[in-house]
């Protein structure tokens, strides 16, 4: 089990931090309505299995088709909740019906969705994911809303009401707001960083956990090797830093500790989703007080899990699932 693994200098350093984080400021983790706030991105996405990618004005025939909620946000939260922690989503939608089919689905995980914004006449993200059969690779095409997220439409006191504030950078005024609002507040600032955007040097001197895509990681740090890349993005308030390479797994360091995770072999039927989900999994070891490296490998393997399926939720495991297949495939030592 995860909880029977030896703790690493850098799993202490971790922890103490966690609780520094709240006790600094008079707050704890037990007296909260929420164990995550997560502030950012949801959509709706169509997805469909095709044997080859098409070219320019050619046709190709589906052989499996899929429709489920998503955002990197909002899988994180499904991703808590299956996993059975009390997560609320913070974002905005439209009011069509892809904005009911988004709350609506996260509702049905148990998300709470009260903070959720429904904007009139605005039509809702949306994504056509193109799912390859072969590798499980896939292509998104995706429409977001015309209007963001406004400062003056979230709830301060929603923000602060979780153990752990979660962000994806899409509402970059909005984030930014919320990220200071926990960094006054001590409540630890996760950030899912998928790619470059405007505004993300400022957002990050907020964040303390920093997980970010190895596209990130090298268009921001210039570094081609993922470790080196996690090391000089553990820079200011940023204490966890840990940068994710699909297939050939993830680079996690705390300054102290420092390792490589690889990936758990699955037959893999879709990628989608499957950083987001290592987002939710991630955090959930982290309000667990797990050692760095058990968070790692237990983020691993959830997102592994989920990419067995068609979707980026619908492969989402529940904890014992989890718990169970790191238990069967886990032959490497982790201490």
């Known amino acids: 089990m995860l909880g029977n693994r030896r ?22 983790f037990a007296p909260t309505t929420f164990d995550v706030i997560g502030l950012g991105y949801s959509a709706i ?14 046709k190709v025939q589906m052989l499996d088709f899929s429709k489920q909620g998503g955002g990197p946000v909002a899988t994180a939260m499904v991703t808590l909740a299956r996993l059975g922690a009390k997560a609320a989503y913070i974002g905005k939608v439209g009011d069509d019906d892809f904005g009911q089919f988004i709350l609506d689905q996260m509702k049905i995980e148990g998300v709470d969705t009260r903070g959720a914004v429904v904007c009139p006449g605005e039509s809702s993200r949306f994504s056509f994911i193109i799912v390859d059969k072969d590798t499980g690779k896939r292509t998104i095409i995706w429409k977001t809303m015309e209007k963001p997220l406004r400062v003056d439409e979230i709830d301060r006191d929603l923000i602060l009401s979780g153990k752990i504030l979660h962000l994806d950078g899409h509402e970059r005024e909005t984030s930014l707001a919320a990220a200071n609002w926990a960094n006054e507040a001590g409540i630890p600032v996760s950030l899912d960083a998928g790619s470059v955007r405007p505004g993300i040097d400022e957002l990050i001197e907020h964040v303390d956990v920093l997980v970010t895509s190895r596209r990130f990681a090298i268009d921001y740090t210039g570094e081609t090797d993922p470790m080196a890349a996690a090391r000089k993005m553990l820079r200011g308030r940023t204490r966890i830093n840990a940068v994710t390479s699909g297939e050939e797994g993830c680079a996690c360091t705390d300054g102290e500790d420092e390792f490589h995770i690889p ?4 037959n893999v039927v879709d990628t989608t989703g499957a950083g987001d989900v290592f987002h939710g999994a991630f955090i959930y070891g982290l309000l667990q007080k ?36 790191i238990e069967k495939r886990n032959k490497r030592v982790v201490g």
């Open 7 to 28: 703790e690493t200098v850098g799993a202490k350093h971790l922890r103490s931090y966690l609780m520094q984080c709240n006790e600094s400021w008079g707050r704890c």
């Open 45 to 58: 996405d169509y997805l469909g299995v095709v044997p080859f990618y098409p070219g320019l004005d050619d």
């Open 263 to 266: 990936a758990f072999e699955v």
């Open 290 to 325: 797990w050692g760095l490296r058990q968070i790692a490998e237990f983020a691993s393997a959830v997102a592994a899990i989920k990419c067995a399926k068609l979707g980026g939720r619908a492969g989402i495991p529940t904890l014992p699932e989890a718990l169970a297949f």
